[in-house]
T-cell receptor, first 114, second 108 residues
Framework: DSGVTQTPKHLITATGQRVTLRCSPR?????VYWYQQSLDQGLQFLIH???????AKGNILERFSAQQFPDLHSELNLSSLELGDSALYFC?????????????FGPGTRLTVL | GIQVEQSPPDLILQEGANSTLRCNFS?????LQWFHQNPWGQLINLFY???GTKQNGRLSATTVATERYSLLYISSSQTTDSGVYFC??????????FGSGTKLNVKP
């Protein structure tokens, strides 16, 4: 158990809908990363937050947004969902937000868009 | 954009054998990391290794930044080593690009 929790574990929804994925980092970690893993695109870095502020942005679509709250949990919002958004979404956390600091991954949320 | 290529794509080993996984990248990078995803999907960050060599138990990694490649060595492989190994390069601050992975199957 990495100490990072993600909810829900599974999510099935329809095209055009909006969903929110939640991530709670390990106790003491200030930094949260979001990743998408799909059959088509493989693993992709989406976005990084440190202590509530966005620090780096990867291949995140405009239909997707994220935020990190004062209690350090983070949410990834996906809207106007398309079939191609079906994927595993992981979050990871570390203490310092540096790439030299080990990232600890949650178990992922599997999103299926029908 | 930067290209990150991993080889081989698939590898089957007998338990106890050694293996070398390779990651080539097309541009200078700030950092390089290796990850393992077990057959149940859990991701683990193995190493950050922008250059030089690091060891962690039966795993070691070497990055030759000037030649733009990194190697992950697995010695005396065990069935628990099975899964997919990803390398990821950091081009800009905390902006990671992943390879497509090497799928390892260690047979008892």
């Amino acid at each position: 158990d990495s100490g990072v929790t993600q909810t829900p574990k599974h999510l099935i929804t329809a095209t055009g809908q909006r969903v929110t994925l939640r991530c709670s980092p390990r106790s003491g970690d200030l930094s949260v990363y979001w990743y998408q893993q799909s059959l088509d695109q493989g693993l992709q870095f989406l976005i990084h937050y440190y202590n509530g502020e966005e620090r780096a942005k990867g291949n995140i679509l405009e239909r997707f947004s994220a935020q990190q709250f004062p209690d350090l949990h983070s949410e990834l919002n996906l809207s106007s969902l398309e079939l191609g958004d079906s994927a595993l979404y992981f979050c990871a956390s570390n203490q310092d937000g540096l790439s030299t600091d080990t990232q600890y991954f949650g178990p992922g949320t599997r999103l299926t868009v029908l | 954009g930067i290209q990150v290529e991993q080889s081989p794509p698939d590898l089957i080993l007998q338990e106890g054998a050694n293996s070398t996984l390779r990651c080539n990248f097309s541009d200078s990078v700030n950092n390089l990391q290796w990850f393992h995803q077990n057959p149940w999907g859990q991701l683990i960050n193995l190493f950050y290794i922008p250059s030089g060599t690091k060891q962690n138990g039966r795993l070691s990694a070497t990055t030759v930044a000037t030649e733009r490649y990194s190697l992950l060595y697995i010695s005396s492989s065990q069935t628990t080593d099975s899964g997919v190994y990803f390398c990821a390069v950091e081009l800009y601050f905390n902006k990671f690009y992943f390879g497509s992975g090497t799928k390892l199957n260690v047979k008892p």
